[in-house]
């Protein structure tokens, strides 16, 4: 049904309108000689489960309450050119906000979140003109919102004849009695009733009960107006439906092709990061060749070197044998310098088979349980008389309730020895050679300790280092090849064990290892 609006309200043509309807039909050629322009949009009815609410009032409604609001668009335009509404609900607080352009004079909301909203509509016709926006206010308060009962509507045949009845009595009361009615011609008053009789007969028999006022809604479109709307809409629609789906389409080919050239590039990143770290392995491995032939070049040098001297001293004092006639004595002295200076000779070959012997590859250790105590006097009596002939002495410090630890016996007896012969080389005649040995916690631990030289902080830095030459040489010319303190490390480590070193020049050197008691896994 056509509700034709009058300053935002909305009423139903019934018997109390027919005055007023036929003044309106005695003067609407006054109003419909007065075209205008303009167009507003005019908010007609606003209710809240079927109760009609003032829009001035922001009402407060609950969040089960529907409210709903129809609206139009007044135009005195003839050309009824077609229009849309552009309808906006606003949260004040969340900041959320809708927008949608629509063909509809009403719009239902219910089941909104606690806020206060801002409801805004304007009409427009696309490129033409676009009226000035009606804004309502209400609020979704559940625990302040009144309660609102739908009302029941009543039958119609009753209202109408309810409401005839109404007009009839009231109709009766307004006219005056017969005595005090004035002088109208009879053609006039019989043309006035006739005219009602006549509108009252048409809202009966054709329905919708309305009388179009001079305000275009949108429910009072023309149909052909209304059609060519929706058809262009619905043109336009599918059209974008069907670019919209060639796109979806296009998109879904350009994402399985990034997905195979993303799980190709994960493929090719994964090989490439393998050949990079096989780069550095080779690289590690080259310099590490590299570095081991350069130390073995040193030590080469270092072994031919140390050898030379020896080898030409013999050379020269097997020469004098041959050449000179020498008493008994003088070739006694001859003989013990060939054996000192060939003793030298072996010992050095055989610290060189033993650096190449742990160059080989993992060294086997041959395990047994035994007393470090043996171990330790047994290298003492071995170094007594290299003691003596610079006048040292060699002390021990061993408890008596050491107890016997888990290791091979010839290699620590190497790593002792090396050691004390170390102690003995770097310090001056006269000095001391102390040799200790202590259990800590599950580990035993073996000091030699000197008075002699001392090494510098760069020297203790590079101790145990292959082929390292200190800055203190031997006090006597005694043969070194800076292998040493290298074999006691290797040998300690293969034990599980660890080596370290205490000195200060000038105020001689501590030199220890300690090796698990127990059996190493």
Same mark, same amino acid.
């Given at each position: ?45 606003m209710t809240i489960n079927g109760i009609v609410e003032n829009p001035a009032s922001t009402p407060i409604m609950g969040r089960r309450d529907t409210i709903a609001l129809q609206y139009a668009c007044k135009t005195t335009d003839d050309k009824r050119m077609p229009f849309l509404f552009s309808v906006t609900l ?248 060939? =054996? #000192?200076? *060939?003793?030298?000779?072996?010992? &050095? %070959?055989? $610290?060189?088979? +033993? ?90 631990? =073996? #000091?030699? *300790?000197?008075?002699?030289?001392? &090494? %510098?902080? $760069?020297?203790? +830095? ?60």
């Amino acid at each position: 049904m056509v509700q034709p609006l009058y300053n935002g309200k909305s009423y139903t043509i019934g018997w109390k309108h027919i005055p007023a309807l036929v003044l309106l039909a005695l003067g609407s050629h006054t109003a419909l000689a007065q075209p205008s322009n303009d167009y507003e949009t005019l908010i007609r009815e606003m209710t809240i489960n079927g109760i009609v609410e003032n829009p001035a009032s922001t009402p407060i409604m609950g969040r089960r309450d529907t409210i709903a609001l129809q609206y139009a668009c007044k135009t005195t335009d003839d050309k009824r050119m077609p229009f849309l509404f552009s309808v906006t609900l606003t949260a004040e607080k969340s900041g959320l906000r809708r927008t949608e352009t629509i063909n509809a004079s009403s719009v239902k909301y219910t089941g909104l979140p606690e806020d206060t909203y801002l409801f805004t509509v304007f009409s427009y016709a696309p490129g033409q003109w676009k009226t000035e926006p009606k804004i309502i206010r209400f609020t979704v308060n559940t625990a302040n919102a009144p309660k609102r009962v739908r009302p029941v509507p009543q039958p119609e045949n009753e209202e109408n004849d309810s409401t005839l009845q109404k007009q009839k009595d009231s109709l009766s009361k307004a006219m005056p009695s017969d005595s005090s009615l004035p002088w109208v011609p009879i053609a006039t008053t019989a043309g006035v009733l006739a005219l009602a009789g006549g509108v009252y007969y048409a809202i009966r028999k054709n329905k919708p009960k309305s009388v179009p006022l001079p305000i275009q809604t949108h429910d009072n479109i023309s149909a052909n107006s209304s059609k060519d709307i929706m058809n262009s809409t619905e043109e336009k629609n599918q059209q974008l439906m069907t670019e919209n789906a060639q796109l979806r389409a296009e998109l879904a080919a350009l994402r399985g092709q990034i997905d195979a050239m993303q799980v190709r590039g994960d493929e090719l990143y994964k090989r490439n990061k393998e050949l990079e770290d096989s780069i550095d392995k080779i690289s590690k491995n080259k310099n590490e060749l590299e570095e081991l032939q350069k130390q073995k070049d040193e030590l080469f040098a270092m072994v031919i070197h140390d050898m030379k001297n020896p080898a030409g001293l013999i050379k020269g004092l097997v020469e004098l044998l041959r050449s000179y006639d020498l008493s008994a004595s003088e070739q006694g002295e001859v003989l013990d310098d060939l =054996v #000192e200076t *060939s003793r030298k000779i072996v010992a &050095l %070959s055989q $610290e060189v088979c +033993k650096v190449m012997a742990l160059e080989s590859g993992h060294m086997n250790l041959n395990y047994e349980t035994t007393s470090v105590e043996n171990i330790i006097q047994l290298v003492a009596r071995r170094n007594e008389s290299a003691a003596k002939l610079k006048s040292m002495g060699i002390m021990l410090e061993i408890p008596s309730d050491l107890p016997e630890v888990h290791l091979d016996v010839n290699k620590i007896e190497d790593v002792v020895d090396n050691l004390v012969n170390n102690a003995i080389k770097y310090s001056h005649n006269g000095g001391k050679i102390r040799i200790r040995a202590y259990k800590q916690d599950k580990e035993m631990v =073996v #000091e030699v *300790s000197d008075n002699g030289l001392g &090494l %510098s902080e $760069e020297d203790i +830095k590079n101790a145990f280092q292959r082929g390292a030459k200190l800055s203190a040489r031997p006090t006597a010319g005694e043969l070194s090849s800076g292998l040493g303190l290298w074999l006691v490390k290797r040998i300690v480590e293969e034990h599980k064990g660890r080596v370290w070193v205490r000195s200060s020049l000038g105020r001689g050197s501590t030199f220890a290892f300690q090796l698990p008691i127990e059996p190493p896994r």
